[in-house]
C-alpha cells in the first residue's frame, strides 16, 4: 500500500503508522510526516490528506519545473507556465508560485526528532489564539482582568494606587491568597470603571495597600460604601509597605519569601504570580544600595523564611544586599537574565512545573500587569514580559514549556499591539539585508499569524531564535535568478517539512501582498500554513529579498525545534 492509499483508507481501517501515532496526539509530528488532513478554516471539511511528493497532490505535472523561481512579469506567463491550451487537473500550482518539497515520503525524520521538551496530549495543548484582556485605560482594563478571574463576587478586594507601582508591587501575592481581586484606583478618586467593579463583587472587606500618599484619605473614605471594612496597610515607605502586606498575610509565618528590587517594576511583576505560587510574599529592597535597611531585616527575621528567591542579576539586587539576605533566610536562589524579558521567563521556568495558564504584560509599563499579576497568581498561571509588539523567543520558550489551555494578554492594542494577540515571535534581522526587505519579510510574517488567528489557530513560532533564517539566504539566491535548487535543504535543516517561494516583478504595487496571495494560493501551502499545533509548536522561517526587479518571497514550514 502507498503512503497515499495508507491515508485514504477509510471507515475503521487506518495504516499502523497512523493507529500509533494517534495514540501521542502530537499534529507536529503528523504534520512532519503528511498524514493529517487539515481544515482551510475552523469550521471547514478537511482536505485530502497531502504525503510529501505525493504524486496526484502535490507535486508539479510532469514536464514542468519545480525549481525554477517564475517571475510574474514575464511574458507568456514566465517559466514554469504550462503549454497554451493544456491544463493539468491534478495540481493547483498558479503559474506564478514555486514550490519545492525536497523532503520525501522515504527521508522522513524519526519521531523522536520532533519531540522536544514536555510534550502533552493535544487535549493539553492551546490551540486557542491569545485572548485580550483590555479597556479604554488602566482601570478598565484592571476591570476586565477582574472579571475574567473572579465572574461571580469576592469577599475580599485589595486596591492600590494605579498611577506609581512603588505600594501595589508587593499586593500581588497577597491577593491571590486571599482570593481577593487587586483594583486600581486614583489617588483622590475611584474611576467609574472600578466603582462598578466593586459594585459587581460585593465585598465585606477592601484593603487598602499603600499609605495616604498614594490612596488619599478621600478614597479611603468613599470605599466604606462599598465593604463594611476598610483596612489599610501602609508602612514609611515602598519597603516597609511591603513588610507590613506580607506580615499581614502571613502571620504564621512562610517558608520562601521572594525578593526584588523597588526602583523599578519589571521584576516584581514577574516575581508576583511566581510567590503566588509558592505561597510566598515579596519583599521590595532598595536594590542598588550596599545595606538592607534595618527594618527589612527586621521584617525578614519575622517571617522566618529558610528560602529567599532573589528577582533580578546583580545590577538589580546588589551582592551585598544578597549577602544580607543570605544570613537571614538561609538558602538563596537568584533569577537573573540579560534584560526583564529572560529574567521573567527563567522565573516561570523554575517555579512552574507546566500545564499552567499564561499572562502575557507588556515589560516596559507597570498599570496592566498590576491586576494580571494578582490574577495571575489566584489562578496559578504564570506571569511574563514581553515588548509591546511581539513576544521575546526567550520568552515564548518559557511559554511553550508550560504548555498553557489559555494564554492571556494585558492591555489594549495601545500597550500590546495585535502582533502579539496573533503570536508573532521578536525577530532577528538577518545581517545584510535592506531595511526594506527586512520590513518586508516582517509584514510577512505578520500576515501567517494573523491568518491563523482569524481561523482560531494558534501561532507559528520563527526559526531565527535557534536556528539563523534559512529562508533569508535562499529568498536572495532566488532574487538574484543564481537558485535552481535546494536538495540539501532536508538535512542541512531537518526541521523543515515544506518549502514554498514567489516571486513578483516590477509592475507590482504590492509586493509583500502579492507575494503573499502567490503563496497561498498553491493548494499544499495552504494546508501547511492552517496545520494546527497539537502538543510541538510549528516553526516557520520567512524570507524577502529585491535584487534589482525582481523581489523574492520564500517561506519554510516544519516543526523539531527546542525553542
Known amino acids: 500500500m502507498t503512503m497515499r ?260 517594576f519589571a521584576d516584581a511583576l514577574s516575581a508576583g504570580a511566581a510567590a503566588a505560587k509558592l505561597d510566598a510574599p515579596v519583599l521590595l529592597v532598595p536594590g542598588s544600595g550596599a545595606v538592607l535597611p534595618q527594618e527589612l531585616q527586621n521584617g525578614l527575621s519575622s517571617l522566618g523564611a529558610t528560602r529567599a528567591h532573589i528577582v533580578g542579576g546583580p545590577a538589580t539586587v546588589s551582592p551585598s544586599i544578597e549577602s544580607a539576605i543570605g544570613a537571614l533566610a538561609g538558602a538563596v536562589t537568584r533569577y537573573s537574565g540579560k534584560d526583564r524579558y529572560e529574567v521573567s521567563a527563567n522565573v516561570s521556568t523554575a517555579i512552574f512545573g507546566g500545564y499552567a495558564d499564561v499572562y502575557w504584560a507588556n515589560g516596559l509599563a507597570f498599570a496592566d500587569a498590576l491586576a494580571g499579576a494578582a490574577a495571575a497568581g489566584a489562578r496559578g498561571s504564570a506571569l511574563l514580559l514581553v515588548e509591546s509588539g511581539c513576544v521575546p523567543s526567550v520568552v515564548y520558550a518559557a511559554t511553550d514549556r508550560l504548555l498553557p489551555g489559555e494564554i492571556l494578554i494585558l492591555g489594549g492594542a495601545g500597550t500590546l499591539s495585535d502582533s502579539v494577540r496573533n503570536g508573532n515571535e521578536c525577530m532577528i534581522r538577518p545581517s545584510g539585508i535592506s531595511d526594506s526587505d527586512w520590513i518586508s519579510a516582517q509584514a510577512l510574517y505578520g500576515r501567517v499569524n494573523q491568518d491563523r488567528f482569524e481561523r482560531g489557530l494558534g501561532a507559528l513560532r520563527v526559526s531565527d531564535s535557534r536556528r539563523g533564517n534559512p529562508a533569508q539566504s535562499w529568498a536572495a539566491q532566488i532574487a538574484q535568478g543564481q537558485a535552481r535548487s535546494q536538495a540539501s535543504l532536508s538535512s542541512a535543516e531537518p526541521w523543515v517539512r515544506y518549502q514554498v517561494s514567489a516571486v513578483t516583478g516590477a509592475t507590482t504595487s504590492n509586493r509583500v501582498q502579492r507575494s503573499y496571495d502567490l503563496l497561498r494560493s498553491y493548494r499544499a501551502t495552504g494546508q501547511w500554513l492552517y496545520q494546527p499545533n497539537a502538543g510541538v509548536r510549528g516553526f516557520v522561517s520567512v524570507g524577502y529579498a529585491t535584487s534589482g526587479s525582481r523581489s523574492s518571497a520564500v517561506l519554510f514550514f516544519g516543526a523539531g525545534l527546542d525553542g
Do not use: C, H
Open 5 to 264: 492509499e495508507a491515508n485514504n483508507v477509510g471507515g475503521k481501517r487506518r495504516s499502523p503508522v497512523r493507529r500509533i501515532l494517534g495514540i501521542f496526539g502530537l499534529g507536529a509530528v503528523l504534520i512532519s510526516l503528511g498524514l493529517v488532513a487539515v481544515p482551510t478554516s475552523s469550521t471547514a471539511a478537511p482536505l485530502p490528506a497531502i504525503g510529501l511528493n505525493d504524486p496526484g497532490s502535490d507535486t508539479p505535472p510532469e514536464g514542468s519545473s519545480d525549481s525554477e523561481p517564475v517571475d510574474v512579469d514575464a511574458p507568456d506567463g514566465g517559466a514554469g507556465s504550462a503549454p497554451e491550451g493544456s491544463e493539468d487537473p491534478s495540481s493547483d500550482t498558479p503559474e506564478e508560485v514555486e514550490e519545492q518539497p525536497e523532503t520525501t515520503a522515504d527521508a522522513i525524520m524519526p519521531l523522536s526528532a520532533l519531540a522536544f521538551g514536555q510534550v502533552a496530549d493535544p487535549a493539553s495543548w492551546s490551540e486557542r489564539p491569545a485572548t485580550r484582556l483590555g479597556g479604554e485605560d488602566r482601570y478598565a482594563t484592571a476591570a476586565a482582568i477582574t472579571r475574567q478571574a473572579y465572574p461571580s463576587t469576592a469577599d475580599t478586594v485589595i486596591v492600590a494606587t494605579g498611577e506609581l507601582f512603588s505600594d501595589s508591587l508587593s499586593a500581588a501575592p497577597l491577593s491571590a491568597k486571599l482570593r481577593a481581586p487587586l483594583l486600581p484606583v486614583a489617588r483622590n478618586e475611584i474611576p467609574a470603571a472600578i466603582k462598578s467593579e466593586l459594585t459587581r463583587l460585593m465585598p465585606s472587606t477592601i484593603i487598602i495597600a499603600g499609605g495616604p500618599g498614594s490612596v488619599s484619605p478621600q478614597v479611603e473614605s468613599e470605599l466604606r460604601q462599598y465593604a463594611a471594612s476598610v483596612v489599610r496597610l501602609s508602612g514609611s515607605d515602598r519597603y516597609t509597605t511591603s513588610v507590613e502586606i506580607a506580615k499581614f498575610g502571613w502571620p504564621e509565618g512562610t517558608q520562601n519569601v521572594f525578593v526584588a528590587t523597588g526602583e523599578g
